[in-house]
């Protein structure tokens, strides 16, 4: 979709990456973390400085993390999700995606010889949340783990307290290990909280949480993730880790040790200026008479084409780059099973009000 929108002069609202740079004295720290001699390998852990600061982190959401053997600094949190599923999951075990779902998982799940099983999401109002009842079917005595993502990419849904709970009591239940991908943990929007799996009962013990400084500082190509989880667990994704890359970003580090403690305002603007963007697409698309979903997080949302009289996302995301001069992604390319996805589109919402604005002027016109 990338190379249609550049074919076509598109404005590309299909891959989530900002326009806009992270907080200033941020991206300061790294480039004196080059001038001074900070360019040789990391710890295979990562800096002390910044697992520390993870640590602080993770304490004011109530979690006690050891940063000497609880924690691991990866390149980006991709790097975090593959080598907790390299290092936890063994040939034929299985592990359980919630549909749709990021493709790095999937590709995960392949490269340990296992197999995945899918349970799905659902429509919910004008949004979505998860069908309880096909996790639960999903779970063979080959489970291993489970993998959870929320704010949710691609339908930027916030999975609440509940379903939350009842997965946990799924996980607990079954002893199985929880992959957690938390990487918008701190944009979710209007109001509504992120709530961490391993800040629920009995899920500490095994849930691996994995966030990244990529989405939340706007630093995207930096690629400095972490993992946070028990001793054996993390001690079990390290050893994957080891030979995937050993270490990276050694001055980006030092950057996101910094900005975890000192730019959190800035992250609480940049998560009130995304809800803003959010708005703005939202009410484009409706104008034009897609039939918007609601998220209350992430970069994206989702918009049905079914009341503009189109049957299938993905030609019409074909055709969008030329007809309409706007890019973006249909959702079903993130789902094993197409057909409850077939007519959705995701979009992103994470570039500049000018960009955004264009976009929504484009998709006015009559194409
Ligand atoms: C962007 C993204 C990632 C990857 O994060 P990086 O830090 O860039 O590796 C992982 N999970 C989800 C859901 C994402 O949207």
Redesign the pocket.
């Known amino acids: 979709m990338t190379e249609l929108a550049l074919r076509h002069d598109a404005v590309n609202l299909g891959q989530?990456f900002p326009d806009s740079d992270g907080p200033a004295a941020m991206l300061e720290v790294a480039r004196d973390a080059i001038t001074h001699n900070f360019n040789q390998y990391p710890p295979a852990r990562g800096l002390p400085a910044l697992r520390q600061a993870i640590a602080r982190d993770r304490a004011r959401i109530g979690l006690d993390y050891d940063p000497d053997t609880e924690m691991l600094v990866t390149?980006?949190?991709?790097?975090a999700?593959s080598a907790a599923i390299l290092g936890l999951v063994e040939p034929d075990q299985e592990v359980v995606l919630i549909e749709p779902y990021?493709d790095?998982y999937a590709a995960a799940i392949a490269m340990a010889g296992a197999r995945r099983r899918t349970a799905r999401l659902v429509s919910d109002g004008d949004g979505f949340t998860l069908d309880i009842d096909s996790l639960r079917g999903a779970i063979t005595p080959a489970t291993r783990m489970i993998v959870v993502?929320t704010p949710?990419?691609p339908t930027g849904a916030v999975l609440n307290r509940a379903t939350l709970l009842a997965i946990a009591e799924i996980a607990c239940d079954k002893d199985l290990l929880v992959l957690s991908?938390e990487?918008?943990e701190h944009l979710a929007f209007d109001g509504v909280d992120h709530i961490s799996l391993a800040t629920l009962p009995g899920m500490r013990e095994r849930t691996i949480v994995?966030s990244?400084?990529?989405?939340r500082f706007s630093v995207?190509g930096w690629?400095?993730?972490w993992a946070c989880a028990p001793r054996p667990l993390i001690d079990a994704v390290l050893a994957a880790k080891q030979f995937l890359t050993f270490a990276g970003g050694g001055p980006f580090q030092q950057a996101v040790a910094y900005a975890l403690d000192d730019e959190r305002d800035w992250v609480t603007h940049w998560r009130d200026e995304l809800a803003i963007k959010r708005d703005l697409l939202s009410k484009a698309l409706e104008e034009a008479g897609f039939g918007v979903r609601h998220g209350a997080g992430?970069?994206y949302l989702c918009a049905d084409v079914a009341p503009l009289g189109e049957p299938d996302a993905l030609s019409f995301c074909r055709t969008m780059p030329r007809r309409i001069g706007v890019a973006a992604v249909p959702v079903h390319v993130f789902a094993d099973d197409p057909a409850p996805w077939k007519t959705l589109v995701r979009f992103t919402f994470c570039k500049r009000d000018a960009t955004l604005a264009e976009a929504a002027r484009r998709l006015k016109q009559p194409s």
């Open positions: 989530g390149v980006g949190a991709s790097e999700l990021f790095v993502n949710h990419n991908d990487v918008y994995v990244s400084a990529g989405k995207t690629k400095i993730g992430t970069f």
